[in-house]
């Protein structure tokens, strides 16, 4: 009896030791260059457009095995959903790393505190704020050369943009706000509004919305501009002038980022050659580089304004948002 005990108990144990080696021995038999990159994960909020930016996440996790968590915006809010988000979140942050796909609100964000104090946030190459038209319905010869002629009455429910509230288009209204001054500036914005023009929910929409005949002319980016060329659609960007605006991409890492080593290695990642040349040959760029004073376009004090961004904020919501 003692001994069918003991038995019985011995092939218990070997049993388990057996089930164990099952599952141990596969992961000791895999080359240890594959069991060195399992590397964790790191968490990214972007308002980069997603078509973009699955791909680089995915070759990042095959080159290092960290597997990365993306939290995307909406069309509507763009960056302003994210920020708020991780303003939401500063005493205990989420997030390990921002990608915005424009520059304002990552400023905002640096002044507050919410980035790491060394090398906390960096500028990643720029697309541009455009004038685009439908050339099926608007010759060029006729269509607006600058913003201001924008207000006309000839353009009278003509022309599409996004809710200056949000996103690239805020950023570029408020960089007019101080390029004109206050005055001048509100003046425009009134006319415009006056002119009612097509407000949607995002610059692709507007792409559509002029591509698809709705409207002969708006207001949007380069980036959306090149998707609806590659669709077939009948647009043309117009040249760039002192009233546009080059808007640059911006990588940041959170202070007290949850996964830091990590967050390092995607911060890097994205700012390497091969991540900028793929997203230049793919017009989600329009230039690789950082410096932009030889181009057209408005030359932003950003501590300026974002000293001002509450006031012009509120400015727009009285005239657009009625």
Known sequence: MRNCGLNTVAGRVGLGL???????????MRPAAVRGKEGGSVVIYTSQDEEYAD???????????IRVLPVYDSEAVKTVGLVNRLLREQSHPQCDVFWNNEEMRTRMLAARGL???????????YRSRRLVVNTNLLPLAQAPKTLSEATNVIWRGKVALAYPLFGTTATHFHALRQHWGDAAWQTWCRALAANKPFLVDGNSVVVKMVGGGEAPLGFTDSDDIAGGQREGMPLVALPLTDESLLIHNTLGIL????????????????????????????????????????EPGLKVDWDGLLHDLDAATEELKAIFLR
């Open 18 to 28: 057996f089930a164990l080696l099952l599952v141990v021995m596969p992961l000791l």
């Open 255 to 294: 202070r007290g980022a949850p996964h830091p080593a990590e967050a390092q290695k995607l911060f890097e990642y994205l700012q390497s050659k091969p991540v900028l040349d793929r997203l230049f040959r793919e017009h989600a760029l329009e230039s690789e580089a950082t410096e932009t004073s030889g």
């Open 55 to 65: 791909p680089i996440f995915h070759e990042f996790e095959k080159q290092t095995g």
């Open 115 to 125: 980035f790491r104090e060394t090398n906390g946030w960096v500028l990643t190459g």
